[in-house]
């Protein structure tokens, strides 16, 4: 094997530290590169002419937001909202906003992102909130989808990736705040929620 596809190999396969955790790689760091690439110009076709005002929710949206907005060439302004959810494993429960918006966005453009569309509930909880200030307009964007668990109606106007039902982590995305950091989008093995969701079944 030639250096070059040994390197290539190695940097698209789970870490090994890391290889009874995380199952698979479903979306490599250099897919997710390009894909980001074409969101920053389908957002700039849509928003040229105004400033807008990018709000992110935290804290899946580290890395994607990071990525992102450094390929919009737009003007913009950037605030934070903090959503939680105190749920048991891979189960969102109670939503709890953790971070007001500081920002003024009443006639404004807005763009706002989060790293993964499930269920929609998180969406049905923020979306009202910044309608209620007044935008001009609000579009929604999110790194992936998963469109086989929305139970709310809801849907993102740029897509970054459809997934199938898996629970995945990396690039942001967590499973009770560990693996954010990965520069990849893994698969987690079902026996790390599955053991945590026995544990808190026991307590
Ligand atoms: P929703 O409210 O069910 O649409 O879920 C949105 C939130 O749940 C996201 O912002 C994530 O924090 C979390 N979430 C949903 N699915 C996953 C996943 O597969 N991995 C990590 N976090 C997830
Ligand atoms: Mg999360």
Same mark, same amino acid.
């Given at each position: 094997?030639?250096?070059?596809?040994?390197?290539?190999?190695?940097?698209?396969?789970?870490?090994?530290?890391?290889?009874?955790?995380?199952?698979?790689?479903?979306?490599?760091?250099?897919?997710?590169?390009?894909?980001?690439?074409?969101?920053?110009?389908?957002?700039?076709?849509?928003?040229?002419?105004? *400033? =807008? %005002?990018?709000?992110?929710? $935290?804290?899946?949206? /580290?890395?994607?937001?990071?990525? @992102?907005?450094?390929?919009?060439? +737009?003007?913009?302004?950037?605030?934070?909202?903090?959503?939680?959810?105190?749920?048991?494993?891979?189960?969102?429960? *109670? =939503? %709890?906003?953790?971070?007001? $918006?500081?920002?003024? /966005?009443?006639?404004?453009?807005? @763009?706002?992102?989060?790293?993964? +569309?499930?269920?929609?509930?998180?969406?049905?909880?923020?979306?009202?909130?910044?309608?209620?200030?007044?935008?001009?307009?609000?579009?929604?964007?999110?790194? $992936?989808?998963?469109?086989?668990?929305?139970?709310?109606?809801?849907?993102?106007?740029?897509?970054?990736?459809?997934?199938?039902?898996?629970?995945?982590?990396?690039?942001?995305?967590?499973?009770?705040?560990?693996?954010?950091?990965?520069?990849?989008?893994?698969?987690?093995?079902?026996?790390?929620?599955?053991?945590?969701?026995?544990?808190?079944?026991?307590?």
């Amino acid at each position: 094997m030639s250096a070059k596809l040994k390197k290539s190999k190695a940097k698209n396969s789970v870490p090994r530290r890391l290889r009874s955790e995380v199952e698979k790689i479903l979306i490599t760091e250099e897919q997710i590169a390009r894909r980001i690439k074409t969101l920053a110009r389908e957002i700039e076709r849509d928003f040229r002419g105004h *400033e =807008l %005002v990018v709000v992110s929710l $935290l804290n899946g949206t /580290v890395m994607f937001l990071a990525d @992102l907005i450094r390929h919009l060439n +737009l003007p913009l302004r950037l605030d934070f909202i903090g959503v939680s959810s105190y749920g048991s494993g891979t189960e969102s429960g *109670e =939503l %709890v906003f953790t971070k007001e $918006l500081r920002l003024d /966005v009443q006639g404004r453009d807005v @763009l706002l992102i989060d790293d993964i +569309l499930d269920t929609g509930k998180t969406m049905s909880h923020v979306l009202p909130k910044i309608r209620a200030l007044n935008p001009r307009k609000i579009k929604v964007c999110v790194l $992936l989808d998963k469109p086989e668990r929305r139970t709310h109606d809801i849907e993102a106007d740029y897509v970054g990736f459809k997934i199938p039902d898996f629970f995945v982590v990396g690039y942001g995305l967590d499973f009770a705040e560990r693996y954010r950091n990965l520069p990849f989008v893994g698969v987690l093995h079902p026996h790390i929620y599955k053991e945590v969701s026995k544990q808190i079944v026991q307590k």
